[in-house]
């Protein structure tokens, strides 16, 4: 018996090692900076890469040139149709917008784009928007989309800075949109229907205010994860780091909340559980990923870092060493059933230094997390499993990603054996590559 498990477990190794396979890794398109406190990639929190059927589409920000921000670039939706090049099917006929623009889709072959156009002048900032989707068709992505409006609770005040949320359940056809109120910091949400009709809304008033949701919806259960996003509240570190930096922009994300409905069309949200906080410590937390598995658990997956940084710590935690690690979290029920902390990096002692992670369903429902390592330059994947994880595979890109998106579930994309990975490159390039495993 032992001898078979160790056969067994020998084969399993074997086939992980050997069954990651990139299949491409190209430039999309660029992205000059627009200056306006946001960049192609700010809605890290919301999917901008969609896979349907052999088609995978993805949402590019372009910069208007000589355009004043905040609003000043216009969203583009790029395909690429199995191994063909990329092109572009999609482009606003303004530059309008300040933040990317997230795009969900439904395996039916319908595809949304989530926008936010200003209503007001050029120039103008923090001023009011439209936020809104447009339907496209993936068959025939180049016809004109169709707008569909949300219905949102009264007295909304939604300007160029929505920290909007988007998330398509594919299999029902249903979509959840959130966008925040510019003054009471609230979350706003819309619901609609597998009817195409928006049939319920409402609002989530987080503890303090909380950014860059994560929001998940299966069979009406929805799902909402976002970070604290305030200025530093404490003064003396708030006067410390000014006086050291002469930065005035000195926000900090330190506290990590949940919220949850059984069901959006009978139940409101609950009661928002925190999941973590750093705010002792001076810490970081970088919110990642959310999944919703068949029996309705919410796994979770966070960055966490004890102390903002070197000159925080040298100042008021000195001989404490800075610790960051990839954190995994599953909540059933509105209750914390499951904590694990998949690798840690400890200053001074480890080189696995964890910045970024998505998680990756396969064809047959087994859950991964796909993470890049800042010291090393590289990118790996893990099986999460009920007891553990793998050991990490290296997956051997050219050039690995930093921070990426992937063709998600909560976007409306199918569990796959593909990975579409989709970020950053050098300078003003947007770049994607393709895994099968």
């Known amino acids: 018996m032992t001898i078979m498990i160790e056969i ?11 069954s ?19 960049g192609p990639f700010w809605c890290y929190g919301s999917p901008l890469v969609v896979r349907i059927g052999d088609d995978v589409f993805v949402s590019a920000m372009e910069t208007g040139e000589n355009i004043p921000p905040l609003c000043n670039t216009r969203w583009r939706i790029f395909r690429k149709h199995g191994n063909d090049n990329w092109e572009m099917v999609q482009s606003a006929e303004k530059f309008n917008q300040r933040e ?11 595809l949304f784009l989530s926008t936010n156009p200003s209503t007001q002048p050029v120039g103008t900032q923090y001023g009011a928007c439209d936020p809104h989707l447009i339907e496209f068709s993936a068959e025939n992505p180049q016809n004109p989309g169709v707008p569909s409006r949300p219905i949102w609770d009264n007295d909304t005040v939604f300007t160029d800075h929505s920290y909007r949320g988007v998330a398509a359940d594919g299999r029902n056809k249903e979509i959840l949109l ?18 195409n009709q928006w049939t319920k809304h409402g609002s989530i008033k987080f503890p303090i205010r909380s950014c860059y949701p994560q929001v998940a919806l299966r069979g009406k259960s929805a799902h909402v994860m976002a970070i604290s996003d305030i200025v530093e509240p404490v003064e003396e570190w708030r006067k410390y780091k000014f006086e050291q930096t002469k930065a005035s922009w000195d926000y900090v994300f330190r506290k990590l909340f949940y919220t949850f409905t059984p069901n959006i069309t009978e139940k409101d949200f609950s009661e928002q559980i925190e999941i973590d906080s750093v705010e002792s410590t001076s810490g970081h937390i970088l919110n990642l990923d959310l999944w919703i598995d068949e029996n309705g658990s919410a796994h979770i997956l966070y960055r966490k870092q004890n102390i903002q940084s070197a000159l925080m ?5 000195p001989n404490v060493p800075i610790t960051t690690s990839l954190e995994y979290v599953v909540i059933k029920n509105g209750e914390i059933v499951r904590r694990r902390t998949l690798i840690e990096s400890i200053e001074g002692k480890s080189d696995e230094l964890p910045s970024y992670a998505r998680f990756h369903v396969s064809s047959n429902g087994r859950l991964f997390v796909l993470y890049s390592c800042g010291r090393k330059g590289q990118n790996k994947i893990m099986e999460i499993t009920e007891n553990g994880h793998s050991e990490p595979i290296l997956i051997p890109l050219r050039k690995p990603f930093g921070m990426f998106f992937t063709a998600i579930e909560r976007g409306g994309s199918k569990p796959s054996d593909i990975i579409d990975i989709y970020g950053p490159g050098e300078g003003t390039v947007i770049r994607y590559a393709r895994v099968r495993f």
């Open 313 to 317: 710590r040298d100042k008021f935690f």
């Open 178 to 195: 959130l966008n925040i109120h510019a003054r009471s910091g609230d979350q706003f949400w819309s619901f609609r229907d597998a009817n």
């Open 100 to 110: 990317p623009c997230p795009l969900v889709g439904f395996p039916d072959g319908r």
């Open 20 to 38: 990651i396979t990139v299949e491409s890794e190209e430039d999309v398109t660029t992205c000059l900076s627009p200056n306006n406190g946001a």
């Open 8 to 18: 067994s477990s020998l084969l399993i190794l074997m086939w992980t090692q050997s």
